[in-house]
Nanobody
Framework: QVQLVESGGGLVQAGGSLRLSCAAS????????MGWFRQAPGKEREFVAG???????IYADSVKGRFTISRDNAKNTVYLQMNSLKPEDTAVYYC?????????????????WGQGTQVTVSS
């Protein structure tokens, strides 16, 4: 069983930065695809960024150039560095893991989810 625990959310002014962390249990973390998603009130959960086992990544158009996903396999942790934050980035952010080596933008294809961390960007 894999458990994911996010941290690093908070309140930040527009233009600021935050780094989210997602710590995973399990010995084979490095083999799995990872994703970050977010969900704002009244909206569906949306894809933010994905990361393959070999470091290949993909981003939603809305965050491209501002967010960076990365992983530290020694720490079983995936990160989401968020720069130039905008009020529309306000949401609960979730990390997700799938027991394959590649990412996907489809939430239903991830088998494991964290509890979420709130990010609020003030204008």
């Amino acid at each position: 069983q894999v458990q994911l625990v996010e941290s690093g959310g908070g309140l930040v002014q527009a233009g600021g930065s935050l780094r989210l962390s997602c710590a995973a249990s399990g010995r084979t973390f490095s083999s799995y695809g990872m994703g970050w998603f977010r969900q704002a009130p009244g909206k569906e959960r949306e894809f933010v960024a994905g990361l393959n086992w070999n470091g290949g990544s993909i981003y939603a158009d809305s965050v491209k150039g501002r967010f960076t996903i990365s992983r530290d396999n020694a720490k079983n942790t995936v990160y989401l560095q968020m720069n130039s934050l905008k009020p529309e980035d306000t949401a609960v952010y979730y990390c997700a893991l799938r027991r394959t080596s590649t990412y996907t933008t489809t939430p239903a294809l991830y088998g494991y989810w964290g509890q979420g961390t709130q990010v609020t960007v003030s204008s």
